[in-house]
């Protein structure tokens, strides 16, 4: 079997030469063009696996070459040498299509790393565990685990397939629920880095004083209670792809260390003394506008740019109505495994209508919790409209059922009012005592979930990871609920 060719367009013939050789070393076969119209010569005789080539050329600039490839009809990773410490460079060439970039003087380490997931880009990749009848998802991307059929969606998944090629990070947004964390999964699953960890980190989780350590990691002994080395994040991605979640909740004294990593493309543990070189896709997610907090000095201009080169901007759910009906049946089956019937159970036809003439503030979160709730509700396997406890349905705050409180609506409902929501806090049954039934039942759960929530977040001092641990609910489930409820710090 012949060894994969590399192209290697450069003018400086010792850049050249030292680029030739390494890559000979790693088994590969190496064609070398000292300008546009060589490369182009090379490009219309061969095939490449891979394309690396200098930004400044005699005639003309490597970007163009990055344009011409990127518009062919193969798909041919290239990627481009740019001087040192030039960011802006780094991110057109990103943003033109470049599979990925190195800054010169051009670290071998960094060349082998980068070399080895540009190989791996031609190869067929790994098809992720689908979530639902895979008919559901036919179409461009059906390999992919956000389901949806509208217009919105089928263009996102094509940019996703587009975008999961290349090493350029990618800034997400979109409401919260609105499946920024899935889009990144598929990314990772798309890409030749299937194969390698996807880490998904909450920024807006981590205490800023362990900050530091989490993501890089720390060496036995750096401080009290450091008993072994420890990889960080950025380690225990190597290879693969690093979500940074919530990535506006960075306190600024870390977005400097993150920046100098991704430039450098080199992690140093707390307490080390050498850096190693890390091989990590970055995508970033936000259901806050990152611009603004730029603008009022909440987050670095610097590191914004560099996060930012694509952007992938998610619907909200009432923008893709089309959507819910193929959710339904998705979330549905996904339900039935932990609850049997909900495989046979069907919603009723205003149901779905109700569904499509609801706000969905929460998106396909709440979606799913909407649709949880009413599977303990349904009669008979349909869901009917009051089974979804909407309330104001096309304008109203959602109606979840809480986890924590559904088991005692039943008993709560028998018994009448309760005299007072204590025994709940206490982790105790509610006893109904009093005569009269709530006015509303949505609003009375409300009222329960967020009183043990305010207790949860009192006992451990505002500790929402904690807090959720508590209540046996995830970090993400708490903060979806607090916002529901409208919980703040402050409160
Ligand atoms: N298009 C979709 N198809 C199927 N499931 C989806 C889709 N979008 C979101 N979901 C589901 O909705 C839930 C929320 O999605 P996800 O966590 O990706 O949202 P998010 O935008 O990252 O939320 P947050 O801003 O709160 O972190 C998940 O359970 C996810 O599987």
């Given at each position: ?5 590399i ?104 060349l ?88 998904a ?9 362990l ?44 977005q ?18 050498v ?48 959507d ?19 495989e ?14 609801y ?84 609003d009375?759960l ?19 990871t904690?807090a ?24």
């Amino acid at each position: 079997m012949s060894s994969p060719r590399i192209l290697v367009v450069d003018d400086e013939a010792h850049l050249r030469e030292l680029l030739e050789i390494a890559l000979v070393k790693m088994g590969l076969d190496v064609d070398s063009a000292d300008s546009l119209s060589a490369a182009r010569s090379h490009l219309a005789q061969n095939d490449y696996a891979l394309i690396l080539t200098d930004m400044r050329l005699p005639d003309g600039l490597g970007i163009e070459l990055v344009r011409e490839v990127t518009a062919g009809e193969k798909v041919i990773p290239i990627a481009v040498i740019t001087a040192y410490g030039s960011a802006d460079n780094a991110v057109m060439a990103l943003k033109a299509g470049a599979f990925d970039y190195l800054s010169k003087p051009v670290a071998l380490d960094q060349l082998r790393l980068m070399v080895q997931s540009a190989l791996r880009v031609g190869k067929p990749v790994e098809t992720p565990r689908p979530v639902a009848d895979s008919k559901l998802r036919a179409g461009a991307g059906s390999a992919l685990r956000l389901i949806g059929q509208s217009a919105a969606m089928q263009e996102l998944r094509t940019q996703i397939v587009r975008l999961a090629r290349s090493m350029a990070p990618v800034a997400i947004t979109g409401e919260s629920g609105s499946g920024k964390e899935l889009a990144a999964r598929d990314i990772h699953a798309l890409s030749p880095r299937a194969d390698k960890p996807f880490v998904a980190v909450n920024c807006g989780a981590i205490p800023e004083a362990l900050m530091e350590a989490e993501f890089f990691g720390y060496r036995k002994g750096a401080f009290t209670g450091a008993a072994d080395d420890r990889d960080g994040f950025f380690q225990a991605a190597n290879g693969g792809t690093l979500l940074l979640d919530e990535v506006a909740d960075l306190p600024l004294a870390m977005q400097v260390k993150l920046l100098r990593a991704i430039q450098e493309r080199r992690v140093r543990k707390v307490g080390a003394t050498v850096e190693e070189a890390v091989d990590v896709r970055l995508v970033s997610a936000t259901h806050q506008n990152l611009a603004e907090c730029v603008e009022s000095g909440r987050f670095r201009q610097d590191l914004y740019y560099r996060l930012n080169v694509i952007e992938l901007k998610l619907p909200p759910l009432r923008e893709r109505l089309d959507d819910i009906g193929l959710l339904v049946a998705a979330i549905l089956g996904r339900l039935s495994a932990f609850t049997p019937q909900a495989e046979q159970v069907t919603l009723a036809p205003a149901a779905l209508s109700a569904l499509c003439a609801y706000a969905f503030p929460g998106n396909v979160r709440e979606l799913e919790n909407i649709l949880e709730r009413a599977l303990a509700f349904a009669n008979d396997g349909v869901i009917e409209v009051a089974d979804l406890g909407l309330k104001g349905a096309g304008q109203g705050r959602p109606v979840e059922a809480p986890d924590l409180a559904d088991h005692y609506s039943e008993a709560a409902l028998a018994a009448g009012a309760p005299a007072s929501l204590e025994p709940v806090v206490a982790g105790m049954p509610a006893q109904f005592n009093g005569a009269e039934l709530p006015s509303s039942l949505p609003d009375y759960l409300d009222d329960i979930e967020r009183d043990v929530i305010r207790q949860a977040l009192t006992r451990t001092h505002f500790n929402r990871t904690k807090a959720a641990d508590l209540l046996g609910i995830s970090f993400r489930q708490l903060r979806y609920r607090m916002q529901r409820l409208s919980i703040h710090e402050q409160d």
